[in-house]
Protein backbone atom coordinates (compact mmCIF):
# COMPACT_ATOMS: atom_id res chain seq x y z
CA UNK A 1 0.00 0.00 0.00
CA UNK A 2 1.36 3.38 -0.99
CA UNK A 3 1.86 5.42 2.11
CA UNK A 4 1.12 9.42 1.57
CA UNK A 5 3.02 12.71 3.71
CA UNK A 6 1.62 15.97 3.13
CA UNK A 7 3.48 19.12 3.36
CA UNK A 8 2.91 22.87 2.47
CA UNK A 9 0.19 23.85 4.84
CA UNK A 10 0.16 26.93 7.07
CA UNK A 11 -1.43 30.96 7.65
CA UNK A 12 -2.28 33.01 4.95
CA UNK A 13 -4.86 36.11 4.35
CA UNK A 14 -7.48 36.07 2.09
CA UNK A 15 -6.42 36.35 -1.25
CA UNK A 16 -3.27 35.04 -1.02
CA UNK A 17 -1.57 31.55 -2.13
CA UNK A 18 -0.36 28.25 -1.27
CA UNK A 19 0.93 25.17 -2.56
CA UNK A 20 0.15 21.63 -0.80
CA UNK A 21 2.93 18.44 -1.55
CA UNK A 22 2.23 15.32 -1.42
CA UNK A 23 4.90 12.82 -1.39
CA UNK A 24 4.22 8.81 -2.04
CA UNK A 25 6.22 6.18 -1.11
CA UNK A 26 7.57 2.99 -3.10
CA UNK A 27 6.84 2.23 -6.90
CA UNK A 28 4.60 2.24 -9.48
CA UNK A 29 3.40 5.87 -8.40
CA UNK A 30 2.13 6.33 -12.04
CA UNK A 31 -0.34 3.51 -11.13
CA UNK A 32 -2.82 5.47 -8.86
CA UNK A 33 -5.36 8.00 -9.27
CA UNK A 34 -4.39 11.16 -6.96
CA UNK A 35 -6.84 13.14 -5.40
CA UNK A 36 -7.24 15.87 -2.13
CA UNK A 37 -10.03 16.37 0.14
CA UNK A 38 -10.36 18.86 2.64
CA UNK A 39 -12.18 18.30 6.32
CA UNK A 40 -13.30 21.09 8.12
CA UNK A 41 -14.22 20.09 12.26
CA UNK A 42 -17.40 18.36 12.69
CA UNK A 43 -18.16 18.25 9.20
CA UNK A 44 -17.40 15.30 6.48
CA UNK A 45 -14.07 14.63 4.42
CA UNK A 46 -15.16 16.43 1.14
CA UNK A 47 -13.60 16.02 -2.59
CA UNK A 48 -11.52 18.99 -3.73
CA UNK A 49 -9.69 17.57 -7.02
CA UNK A 50 -8.19 14.72 -8.54
CA UNK A 51 -5.60 13.84 -11.81
CA UNK A 52 -5.68 10.86 -13.52
CA UNK A 53 -2.61 8.40 -13.57
CA UNK A 54 -1.25 9.70 -16.40
CA UNK A 55 -1.97 13.34 -15.69
CA UNK A 56 -3.66 14.10 -18.63
CA UNK A 57 -7.46 14.71 -16.89
CA UNK A 58 -8.35 16.69 -14.03
CA UNK A 59 -11.33 17.25 -11.95
CA UNK A 60 -12.15 20.11 -9.32
CA UNK A 61 -15.25 20.36 -6.99
CA UNK A 62 -17.07 23.44 -8.07
CA UNK A 63 -16.11 25.86 -5.31
CA UNK A 64 -12.24 25.58 -6.08
CA UNK A 65 -12.29 25.71 -10.40
CA UNK A 66 -10.26 28.40 -11.48
CA UNK A 67 -8.44 28.82 -8.12
CA UNK A 68 -6.99 25.59 -7.33
CA UNK A 69 -4.53 23.42 -9.90
CA UNK A 70 -3.87 19.64 -9.40
CA UNK A 71 -0.34 18.59 -10.68
CA UNK A 72 1.62 15.57 -10.40
CA UNK A 73 5.20 14.37 -11.89
CA UNK A 74 5.90 10.20 -11.82
CA UNK A 75 9.17 10.51 -11.94
CA UNK A 76 9.44 12.20 -8.33
CA UNK A 77 6.46 10.53 -6.83
CA UNK A 78 5.07 13.76 -5.87
CA UNK A 79 1.23 15.59 -6.45
CA UNK A 80 0.23 19.16 -5.51
CA UNK A 81 -2.31 21.65 -5.24
CA UNK A 82 -0.98 24.86 -6.18
CA UNK A 83 -4.19 27.22 -4.37
CA UNK A 84 -4.78 30.69 -5.52
CA UNK A 85 -7.16 33.16 -4.41
CA UNK A 86 -8.03 31.40 -1.22
CA UNK A 87 -10.82 32.33 1.28
CA UNK A 88 -11.73 31.86 4.75
CA UNK A 89 -14.08 29.08 3.55
CA UNK A 90 -11.08 26.99 2.27
CA UNK A 91 -10.00 27.02 5.84
CA UNK A 92 -9.85 23.10 6.27
CA UNK A 93 -7.14 20.20 6.84
CA UNK A 94 -6.51 19.13 3.51
CA UNK A 95 -5.88 15.31 2.72
CA UNK A 96 -4.16 13.57 -0.30
CA UNK A 97 -5.58 10.24 -1.46
CA UNK A 98 -4.72 7.69 -3.83
CA UNK A 99 -6.13 4.70 -5.63
CA UNK A 100 -5.07 2.31 -8.15
CA UNK A 101 -8.84 1.98 -9.29
CA UNK A 102 -10.01 4.27 -12.49
CA UNK A 103 -13.52 3.43 -10.22
CA UNK A 104 -12.59 6.92 -7.82
CA UNK A 105 -13.13 9.18 -11.04
CA UNK A 106 -16.29 8.29 -10.25
CA UNK A 107 -17.02 6.96 -6.44
CA UNK A 108 -14.43 9.53 -5.02
CA UNK A 109 -13.90 6.74 -2.94
CA UNK A 110 -10.03 6.47 -2.11
CA UNK A 111 -8.82 3.76 -0.09
CA UNK A 112 -4.96 5.31 0.52
CA UNK A 113 -4.81 8.54 2.72
CA UNK A 114 -2.20 10.95 4.03
CA UNK A 115 -2.17 12.12 7.85
CA UNK A 116 -3.52 15.94 6.60
CA UNK A 117 -1.90 19.03 6.84
CA UNK A 118 -3.30 22.22 8.09
CA UNK A 119 -5.01 25.16 6.01
CA UNK A 120 -5.78 28.55 7.50
CA UNK A 121 -7.28 31.53 5.77
CA UNK A 122 -7.64 34.35 7.26
CA UNK A 123 -9.87 37.26 6.78
Known amino acids: QVQLVESGGGLVQAGGSLRLSCAAS????????MGWFRQVPGKERVFVAL????????YYTDSVKGRFTISRDNAKNTVNLQMNGLKPEDTAVYYC????????????????WGQGTQVTVSS
Open 26 to 33: GRSFSNYV
Open 97 to 112: AADLSNSVLITRRFTS
Open 51 to 58: ITKGGDKT
